[in-house]
T-cell receptor, first 111, second 114 residues
Framework: QKEVEQNSGPLSVPEGAIASLNCTYS??????FFWYRQYSGKSPELIMS????GDKEDGRFTAQLNKASQYVSLLIRDSQPSDSATYLC???????????FGSGTRLQVQP | NAGVTQTPKFQVLKTGQSMTLQCAQD?????MYWYRQDPGMGLRLIYY???????DKGEVPNGYNVSRLNKREFSLRLESAAPSQTSVYFC?????????????FGPGTRLTVL
């Protein structure tokens, strides 16, 4: 079982819709969770971090964390074609000093 | 501030050749990392340096060596390149290795080993 699992996609949504990206992790003691966006040929850039159960909102982005279910998600409201990218879920567990990444979900927003 | 810089941007090697990938950061960060990214596999940690003077192996260290030259610079060396090392290599840095710190990534080096 991979430590961090994501559906590879592509996830295709129409412009203006809500895109929902999901991630599960296997290390129950993981404490910090991140969503990175990566455009083709570019480096990852952080869009959200979340550390406690519940929702965290930042503009059009909402991260949701459920530690009991070992599940973290990212909602993108009013999706735009410029949101088309690969979204990487990353986790840091207790005692670890580096990120463990999922393989990413490719999002396509159709104009 | 340039952030995290990497050189070269592209490199083609023949099997058995050696090379060093360079990484530098100007954010006064303590911790630096080397990842590789292969298609469909996300990023995997090769080596990291929690602070100047220390280095530790990550998930996929075989075939690589690293040097934390000073606080700013962290290099990755391939002593005898193999086709399996064809990948995109990213360097990253963060203020401390604490779990809440954001990692900042460099632009990447695309390496092809023939």
């Amino acid at each position: 079982q991979k430590e961090v699992e994501q559906n590879s996609g592509p996830l295709s949504v129409p412009e203006g819709a809500i895109a929902s990206l999901n991630c599960t992790y296997s290390d129950r003691v993981s404490q910090s969770f991140f969503w990175y966006r990566q455009y083709s040929g570019k480096s990852p850039e952080l869009i959200m971090s979340i550390y406690s159960n519940g929702d965290k909102e930042d503009g059009r982005f909402t991260a949701q964390l459920n530690k009991a279910s070992q599940y973290v998600s990212l909602l993108i409201r009013d999706s735009q074609p410029s949101d088309s990218a690969t979204y990487l879920c990353a986790v840091i567990g207790t005692g670890r000093r580096a990120l463990t990444f999922g393989s990413g979900t490719r999002l396509q927003v159709q104009p | 501030n340039a952030g995290v810089t990497q050189t070269p941007k592209f490199q083609v090697l023949k099997t058995g050749q050696s090379m060093t990938l360079q990484c530098a950061q100007d954010m006064n960060h303590n911790s630096m990392y080397w990842y590789r990214q292969d298609p469909g596999m996300g990023l995997r940690l090769i080596y990291y340096s929690a602070s100047e003077g220390t280095t530790d192996k990550g998930e996929v260290p075989n075939g690589y060596n690293v040097s934390r030259l000073n606080k700013r610079e962290f290099s990755l060396r391939l002593e005898s390149a193999a086709p399996s090392q064809t990948s995109v290599y990213f360097c990253a840095s963060t203020g401390t290795p604490q779990t809440t710190d954001t990692q900042y990534f460099g632009p990447g080096t695309r390496l092809t080993v023939l």
